[in-house]
C-alpha cells in the first residue's frame, strides 16, 4: 500500500506530466473531485502555458515545468501564482516527479518522451500511474526490472488497469489466457481500399473515446491495440500469443482473464478514463466513482468478433515487433509517431501509415535492449527513416 505523507495534511501528493491533455485533465478532475485525498503538488505541459496558468492558479503547485524551452518569454506565464516555481526543458519535466513532496506521478505525456520520466520517478521510489503505453512498448525490458527494483507501476490505460484488477487475488501462473478487448475504432469493417480513402477528419472522429490526436489515429488504424499487446506482454510477465485482441464494440468490457479451468474473469464498466486514472490513486482501496454508473439494463447487448489484421496492418506489424522484441518495438513505435504526425499535417494518407512503419521495420533488426541511451538512438534513427520514406512517396 502506498505511504502517505508523514505531515498532519495525509493527502497523497500528485506530479501530472501533461497535464493539459486528455489523461491529463481528466487526472486533474479526479483530484478536484477527491480534493480532501489528493493534493497536486507538481504540473507539467509542453507549449499550453495559458493553460498551466488557469490549472496553478486553481490546484496551487509547488513547481510547474515546460517542456518546450523556447517559452521562457511566454507571457501567459506571468499568470502563474506567486512561490510556484518554474522550470523548462524534457529534464525539468521529469526532475518535477522526483522531488521529495511527491508521492505519484501520473505519467500522461505523449509518445517516446514519456520514457525518461517513467524511468526516473520509479528510480526515485515513487508510484508511477503510467497513461505513456509507448514507456512500456520501448523499454519495457528495462522499465519493468526498474519497477521491481524501486517504485510501483500501476497501469492507467484502461485496458491494462483491467487485466491488473482481473489478476488480483489470483495466481498468476494459473492464468491460461489475457482477452485484450478493442472497440474496432472508427473505420470497423472497413477494406483496405476504403481504408485508403479515409482523411484526417474522419480518424479523428472516435465512436467511444475523446482522446489525444495521436492515440486517436493510434485507435482508427488499430496501431494503440498492438502497442497494447507489447505493453500488456511486459506489464504481466506473459508471451505475446498469450494474448488475444478481441473486438467489444460496445467498449464496456475493458479486457479480461481466462484461467486454467476455463473461467474467465472479465473488468466491466462505464467507458470512462477518470476510473482507471483514480484507481491509480486508490489502489488497493476503492474510492467513490468519478464518473456516472453504468447501467446494465440499458446496454442492450454486448458484440464480439476478431479483429482484421489484413486491412488492418498496424495491428499485424505490431504483433510481429512485439514477437521478435528487442529493440524492434522501438523502431515500430518512432516510425509509427512520425508516420501519425505526418497524416495528421495531411502529406501522407491513411494507409501510408502501416507502409512506412513496415519500411522502417524491415530496415532494422531487433538487437538486445542496453539501455535507455541505446533506444534513444535507435529511436532517433528509425525515425529519419521513416521520414525519408515518406518524403519520397509525396
Ligand atoms: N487519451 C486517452 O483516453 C488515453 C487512454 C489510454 C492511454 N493513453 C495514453 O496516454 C498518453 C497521453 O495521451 P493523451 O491522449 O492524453 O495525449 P494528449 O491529449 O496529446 O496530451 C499529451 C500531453 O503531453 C504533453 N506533451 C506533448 N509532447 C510533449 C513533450 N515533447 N514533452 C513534454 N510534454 C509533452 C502535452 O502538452 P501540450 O498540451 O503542451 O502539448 C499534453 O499535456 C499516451 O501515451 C496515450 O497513448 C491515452
Known amino acids: 500500500m502506498l505511504a502517505h505523507s508523514q505531515t498532519e495534511d495525509r493527502r497523497l501528493r500528485v506530479a501530472v506530466l501533461g497535464c493539459s491533455g486528455s489523461i491529463g485533465t481528466q487526472t486533474l ?52 501564482p506567486s512561490g510556484c516555481a518554474l522550470s523548462f526543458g524534457e529534464d525539468a519535466v521529469a526532475q518535477i516527479g522526483c522531488q521529495d513532496d511527491v508521492d505519484v506521478v501520473i505519467v500522461a505525456l505523449v509518445g517516446a518522451i514519456g520514457v525518461w520520466s517513467c524511468a526516473r520517478a520509479l ?41 491488473f484488477q482481473c489478476y488480483l487475488g489470483e495466481k498468476a501462473d494459473q492464468a491460461h489466457a489475457i482477452w485484450l478487448t478493442c472497440s474496432g475504432g472508427p473505420f470497423f469493417g472497413r477494406s483496405r481500399a476504403e481504408l485508403a480513402q479515409v482523411t484526417r477528419d474522419d480518424a479523428l472522429a472516435h465512436p467511444t473515446w475523446n482522446m489525444g490526436a495521436k492515440i486517436t489515429v493510434d485507435s482508427a488504424t488499430l496501431m494503440n491495440k498492438g502497442l497494447e499487446c507489447i505493453e500488456a506482454h511486459h506489464l504481466f510477465g506473459v508471451p505475446m500469443d498469450f494474448i488475444n485482441v478481441v ?19 472479465a ?11 483514480q484507481y491509480a490513486f486508490s489502489y488497493p482501496d476503492r474510492w467513490d466513482t468519478p464518473a456516472p454508473r453504468l447501467d446494465f439494463r440499458e446496454l442492450g447487448g454486448l458484440t464480439f468478433g476478431a479483429p482484421d489484421t489484413e486491412a488492418f496492418r498496424c495491428l499485424a506489424l505490431a504483433l510481429e515487433a512485439g514477437r521478435a522484441g528487442g529493440t ?37 533488426s531487433a538487437e538486445r535492449v542496453e539501455s535507455l541511451e541505446q ?20
Not at 503505453?133 to 488497469?161: C, F, N, Q, T, Y
Not at 473488468?267 to 486514472?277: E, F, K, Q, T, V
Not at 533506444?375 to 509525396?394: F, G, M, N, P, Q
Open 29 to 80: 478532475d479526479v483530484c478536484r473531485q477527491h480534493a480532501d485525498k489528493l493534493k497536486v503538488v507538481a504540473l507539467s505541459v509542453n507549449t499550453s502555458t495559458a493553460f498551466l496558468a488557469r490549472a496553478a492558479q486553481e490546484f496551487r503547485p509547488s513547481r510547474v515545468a515546460v517542456a518546450d524551452a523556447s517559452r521562457k518569454d511566454d507571457p501567459a506565464l506571468g499568470d502563474l
Open 123 to 163: 528510480e526515485a521510489g515513487k508510484r508511477v500511474g503510467l497513461a505513456n503505453k509507448e514507456s512500456l512498448v520501448i523499454a519495457g525490458d528495462l522499465i519493468m526490472p526498474l519497477a521491481a527494483r524501486s517504485g510501483e507501476l500501476i497501469p492507467v490505460d484502461s485496458e491494462h488497469s483491467a487485466i
Open 247 to 265: 473486438v467489444q464494440r460496445e467498449s464496456k468490457i475493458h479486457s479480461m482473464v481466462e484461467y486454467a479451468d476455463g473461467s474467465v474473469i
Open 267 to 277: 473488468h466491466l464498466g462505464a467507458s470512462d478514463m477518470r476510473i482507471p486514472i
Open 328 to 364: 524492434l518495438p522501438c523502431v515500430l513505435n518512432a516510425a509509427n509517431e512520425i508516420a501519425v504526425a505526418a497524416f495528421l499535417s495531411g502529406s501522407c494518407g491513411f494507409t501510408d501509415i502501416d507502409a512506412a512503419v513496415e519500411h522502417t521495420m524491415n530496415r532494422f
Open 375 to 394: 533506444l534513444w538512438d535507435i529511436d532517433r534513427a528509425a525515425r529519419t527513416e521513416a521520414a525519408r520514406y515518406l518524403s519520397a512517396r509525396s
